[in-house]
């Protein structure tokens, strides 16, 4: 049931063109436009790119991969962290929607990353924090912490959908520079 779609590769070079053009723009260039709402309603979806991302209000991956309405499949929750939910969508979205490209985008100042860093939070939040600490263990330089993080969902989602080298769907891990815009890409 897979559509037909951009590869791994084409996928990530039209990413890291979107973060060039973003890192100079005032405003978004992404198709937002009443045709295109109305072709993906009518269409459906078929986005060229899965990015699992954290939920922080400052990290807009449509802006920040200048990509418009159907261009981008969005997964954010606080850390992105990754559980059956997340990848129940990761899967849908390649299977369903033939999307061949996984970014796991972590980012600099991260408050679930902070948060397991330096102190025990209760209630739900300790549900994110006990997976973000299985990934930093001890590391104390905040970003480096942040990058263990995406390390550990990019495996997640590798281990739990059985994806090998060699095959159409390609994960990777991404780190989003907040006050500078730029993305760089860990693999």
Request: proline share 2%; charged share 25%.
């Amino acid at each position: 049931m897979s559509k037909e779609n951009l590869s791994a590769a084409e996928a990530l070079e039209k990413l890291k063109e979107g973060n060039k053009r973003y890192l100079s723009a005032a405003t978004s260039s992404g198709d937002v436009s009443p045709q295109i709402r109305q072709k993906t309603c009518d269409e459906g979806q078929s986005p060229y790119a899965i990015v699992v991302t954290c939920s922080d209000s400052r990290v807009i991956p449509e802006s920040i991969f200048m990509a418009g309405i159907g261009e981008l499949f969005v997964i954010r929750v606080a850390g992105n962290v990754m559980d059956k939910h997340q990848l129940g969508s990761v899967e849908y979205a390649a299977d369903h929607l033939g999307t061949n490209l996984v970014v796991v985008l972590g980012h600099e100042h991260c408050g679930a990353v902070g948060a397991a860093m330096t102190s025990n939070p209760g209630g739900y939040i300790k549900y994110i924090t006990d997976e973000i600490r299985k990934a930093i263990g001890d590391e104390k330089d905040e970003d480096r912490a942040c990058c263990l993080n995406v390390e550990r969902s990019v495996a997640a989602i590798k281990d739990s959908l059985n994806i090998k080298d060699g095959d159409d769907l390609k994960v990777c891990g991404a780190f989003y520079h907040i006050g500078s815009g730029a993305v760089d890409f860990l693999d």
